[in-house]
């Protein structure tokens, strides 16, 4: 059965700041007082993945996705999101800088886990395997969390631009011990991501044995990090170092172990997204109809039972819906035409985005309270086709792509090279893994630009021109989000980036 993430003390919301913090439990002791057995460590590590959950959905997905060029704000916007829609943030943004503060505060107190769990109290073997792998599994939560930052403060550590790594520019500070009082300067892309890599290694190393598997998670899939998650998350992060040898090792691992198979039809996919059941899903994270989780609700915005209408902050654009053929069932679970109202304007058979849909194993309220999906084995096959494409290995690339391609009803392609290949691969990550994160990421790593076009309905869009309309040229200083303003206040060490 699935372990309940109990809060007990680390459960703080995702707009503190990074000086913040609120480690004690509802019995007001301390971290020192708290963590002693194997029992309190198997608490505060499922505490570590509540605050996890909480940097997993929500603005911290949405933020980035809205600055794409795949949706366009309505007049129910109400500004949220509005400046990083419109590419006019600032290092004072409330988004940039709840995000800093939300990831390290939780830094901050994954790293006092990491600094007790040698003196918890582990005698009989059994307690020891539990402090090994709750060590282990926050040690890769730190991996992501520090994945996660470089990937948005700073550039990308391949510079397809000249085809070698940008490892030298500045990444973001590596806390790596308990300290409130501690300033850090920024390592370097490369340090963190070499920091990243060592504590992946560091959850090998506890877990011991291959195979070794967390207790607790499964009933239908991981809500934890297992080691096919951690095997994924090192193709992730191999494929945004170029390092395509690696990154291709690491995702064909996964797919040759078939423990997490593509379905191929469209109830079972949708079921992924309807009802958090899917064998494509290596790793999500718990939550229960008990919680008041976050959720997706930009897209769809308020349900308006008396009008039967959704009133969206957001719509997908003409162009990204014109990324998808006839034949690919993910246009249909993506998007669902229907009514919508914007202010006194309803406007029928229009497409919202629909990956996060109302359901009722997650809430009782309508809300679209979802449970995200961390790892899954679609992105896992585009890792492995987009490694192999930059190798040149047309044929494995191809049999990768192709395969993740008839899964979702469409015919083989047959590009003549690795170059077209590539810009196959491109479009089928954007069809597949769009809504989750990865685009605005993509587009830093690609060099490319940014090219947002008005939706082709007029009316039910804000009338500043700037949201519907915006070109950003590739290399673009905004790409790389500014260090919070209040940040750079309070540690002197801290180096803005170029144009914030």
Known sequence: MKLQYLLLGLAFTGALTSCEMDFTNPNGLGLNESLQTANDMQKWVDGAYAQLRGRSYGAYVTNTDVQTEHFNSTQNEGNRNGELHGWMANSSTDQIDDTWGGYYTMLKNINNIIEKAPNVKAEKEADKKVVNIGLGEVYAIRAYSYYQLVNLYAKAYYNEATGTADAASLGVPLHLKFDVEERLPRNTVKEVYDQILSDLNKTDSLWGVAGATPEGLLDDSPTRFTPEAIKAFRARVYLSMGEWVKAQAAAESVINGNAYPLVDNRADFAAMWKDDACSEIIMHLYIDQNETPNENSLYL???????????????????????????????DVYFLQHKFIFASIVKNNLYGFNKYPYTKKFSSSGNFAHSPILFRTAEVYLIAAEAAARQGNLAVGLNHLNALRKARGLANVAPATADDLLAEVKLERTRELVGEG??????????????????????????NPSFTNIQVQAGDNRFVWGIPSKDINLNKELKQNEGW
């Open 301 to 331: 915005g308020g349900y308006q039972p008396s009008t039967k209408a959704y009133l969206p902050d957001y719509l997908p654009t003409k162009g990204l819906l014109d990324l998808y053929d006839p034949g690919d069932y993910r246009k």
């Open 438 to 463: 990865f685009h605005f990421y993509d587009l830093k790593r690609w060099h490319q630009g940014m090219d947002r076009k008005a939706q082709g309905v007029q009316d039910e869009l804000p009338l």
